[in-house]
């Protein structure tokens, strides 16, 4: 077997979204701090969070938010609430390990 090619960064970065460079951007704590905060996350502090979705599931997003004139965040924001009010694992704590995983890197107020 040969050497496997280092991964191609550049034509990576050409597929980034608006979106995914904003989330990766260093801002300075102040900057931070001045943001606010949309209505819909309940003055709670957002975080990054990004995942793929099907097309096709995307469009429909897309579609909602343009003719029922709800934001894409409120829309996905109400849509996991609704899920996961329904789901019995979601209101259990983490044990210590994986929640200490699960907030690896982030700074508490």
Known sequence: MGKQAKPD???ISRGVTSFDR???EDKPEQAKAQEPVPEE???EELIPFATRLPESLVMRIRQH???DREGIMET???A???YLDKQEGSDKP???EVLKKATRGR???
């Open 9 to 11: 960064f550049k034509s």
């Open 22 to 24: 904003q989330m990766y």
């Open 41 to 43: 996350a309940g003055g």
């Open 65 to 67: 938010s343009y003719w």
């Open 76 to 78: 996905i924001t109400n």
């Open 80 to 82: 996991v609430i609704e």
């Open 94 to 96: 983490l044990p210590p």
């Open 107 to 109: 700074k508490k107020k």
